[in-house]
């Protein structure tokens, strides 16, 4: 059977081809109450919700910042907040021609008999989170799969649950209106060279993409978040023209080109190899029939938090910061 075309179906592919936009990128600023309380300590500033309202605010009124976007991806807490002077963040992004997006996903679990292996919890009630979501002024949506690279890693009972899961949340999504962006993160820990990132990442991929197809989801509707390939955290570095090789080769061989755009994870990458990296995938002259852009969220604000180290007075430097950023990354 072919995908599933329900009544969101134009705006879908409407939403997914504005959010891979040429030129624009996605914020992830999705951390969860516990991991942003981690960045606000590396600053000395207290984790409570003024403080997380007041960082949020910082990134999403920064005048020149907005204009690199296409998308925000929001902590359920953050759909709701507002600007100090009480308007929402929805309408702000809004306003700014951003599409405002929503975490969807309750974290990993272990996988019984696995060697610390995980899926992602979530399904249950997504449909009717997803209605909420979507009345609040969400338009997308981000689940996070994990996988890793070990002696015998990612294991196939690994790849199928997480493919699976990924294609069940991506269709729920799209019943609700919602464009599913599909991340299926392959972790750098380890002393993997970049050939087996390489062979990890496509057969994940393929997969994913089997997962997608099975469960009829419309590939025009969606986004895909990779990691890029490199080697393990443990291994020599290579440099970005190699990495950037790498990584377009497995998504040539394995993302059908109906996928609109893909919007990279920094995945523990500094700001500056994240942006190196994805300057050179566009700077590859190969067909790539996708869009290639960001969807950082430690990788664009690494900096902004320093600068800001929770002061007023210290918000327009730290705007300038993000904004500088992203207009760094293409």
């Known amino acids: 059977m072919s995908a599933f075309v329900g009544k969101y179906a134009d705006e879908l592919i409407k939403n997914a081809k504005y959010i891979a936009t040429a030129g624009k990128g996605i914020l992830a600023a999705d951390e969860s109450t516990g991991t942003i309380g981690k960045r606000l300590a590396s600053i000395n500033v207290e984790n409570i919700e003024a403080n997380r309202q007041a960082l949020r605010e910082l990134l999403f009124t920064s005048p020149d910042a907005l204009q690199h976007l296409s998308g925000v991806i929001l902590f359920e807490e953050t759909l709701y907040q507002k600007t100090i002077d009480g308007k929402p963040f929805v309408e702000v992004l809004q306003e700014n021609n951003v599409i405002p997006g929503i975490k969807v996903d309750k974290g990993v679990v272990e996988l019984a008999g696995t060697n610390g292996e995980t899926t992602t919890q979530g399904l249950d009630s997504l449909g009717a989170r997803c209605q ?190 993000v904004s500088g950023k992203m207009q760094g990354q293409f």
Request: glycine share 6%.
């Open 132 to 321: 909420q979501y979507y009345k609040a002024g969400a338009r997308f949506a981000k689940w996070r799969a994990v996988l890793k690279i070990g002696p015998s890693e990612p294991s196939e009972l690994s790849i199928q649950q997480n493919a699976q899961g990924l294609a069940r949340y991506a269709v729920i999504c799209q019943e609700n209106g919602l464009v599913p962006i599909v991340e299926p993160e392959i972790l750098t820990d380890g002393a993997h060279d970049i050939t087996k990132c390489a062979a990890v990442t496509e057969t994940v991929l393929a997969a994913v993409y089997k997962a997608l197809n099975e469960h009829h989801v419309l590939l025009e509707g969606t986004l895909l978040k990779p990691n890029m390939v490199t080697p393990g955290s443990d291994s020599p570095k290579v440099p970005p023209e190699v990495i950037a090789e790498y990584t377009v080769q497995a998504l040539r061989r394995t993302v059908p080109a109906a996928v609109p755009g893909i919007v990279f994870l920094s995945g523990g990458q500094s700001e500056e190899e994240a942006t190196l990296n994805l300057n050179a995938m566009n700077k590859l002259e190969v067909l790539k029939p996708w869009t290639l852009s960001f969807s950082f969220g430690r990788a664009l604000q690494q900096s902004t938090l320093k600068t800001w180290a929770g002061k007023k007075e210290n918000v327009a430097k730290a705007q300038a910061a």
